[in-house]
């Protein structure tokens, strides 16, 4: 990584960026809309003829948590924002820039406002597939709220991307509790009353059946552990956390 703030990445996005004059990250800050700003981190929105994108800053460290994320998700098949560009800064931190993923919306919001049957259950294969590809890597989300899954209403195949991947890491039980948390986390940020029971089984089972574990033997048993987990979540956390 640069050391004199320079910004790095798919050489199509950091041309385009040198072209509007934005070739380090205290350059990127000072053209993009902040959004959210906080003592540790802040988001911010990077408007360019014709391309946004969505960037975020980690005020106090060398390496973006949320770029080294990205790409080790990526890597494992998890469907994630493109990475288009990263930096560090001694004066501002780290930042990572994705390609803004409108129209695609987080996917609580989605539900809430209504989709055709079929395409709720189309969103919930492909959310159940993500998670399984994620936690076949060993991979631990932490926040794998639905706020944190995003999906293009108009899209056919209702295809899911997993975002904020700062807390990434890894976890060593097949089935233990941080695979149970971020499953848990799903069912406790879904709108209230959206799910059957059978619609839980079969989010599961298609989670399960990924993962290539036997689907009768374990269903009954996960399901209990995370609607539990779920509603000790619910007692302590906003529905739709920030």
């Known amino acids: 990584m640069s050391d004199d703030g320079r910004i ?19 350059d990127v800050l000072a053209r993009a809309e902040a959004i959210r700003d906080l ?7 990077l408007r360019l003829a014709g391309h946004d994108y969505h960037v975020k800053r980690e005020k106090r460290r060398r390496v973006s948590r949320e770029a080294a994320g990205i790409v080790v998700a990526g890597r494992a098949g998890v469907p994630v924002a493109t990475l288009a560009f990263h930096g560090w800064d001694r004066r501002f931190g780290a930042l990572a ?3 803004d993923l409108a129209p695609a919306r987080p996917l609580d919001d989605v539900l809430r406002e209504g989709l055709p049957r079929p395409r709720v259950e189309a969103a919930l294969r492909s959310l159940a597939r993500a998670t399984a590809a994620l936690h076949h890597a060993r991979l631990h989300h932490h926040d794998l709220y639905l706020n944190h899954v995003f999906l293009d209403p108009s899209d056919p195949e209702a295809r899911v991307t997993l975002i904020d991947l700062e807390r ?3 976890h060593h039980g097949i089935l233990g509790a ?3 948390k971020d499953l848990a986390a799903i069912e406790a940020s879904m709108p209230e009353g959206l799910l059957t029971c059978r619609e839980r089984a079969r989010f599961l089972s298609v989670y399960l059946a990924d993962r290539r574990f036997p689907v009768r033997t374990l269903l009954g048993p996960l399901l209990r552990r995370v609607v539990r987990k779920a509603e000790r979540i619910r007692a302590h956390v906003p529905r739709t956390p920030v």
């Open 39 to 45: 003592p540790d981190r802040s988001n911010h929105r």
């Open 8 to 26: 790095e990445g798919v050489p199509e996005h950091v041309g385009r960026l040198a072209a509007a004059g934005i070739r380090t990250v205290g």
């Open 97 to 99: 820039g994705t390609v």
């Open 168 to 170: 990434l890491t890894s």
């Open 178 to 180: 941080t695979v149970v």
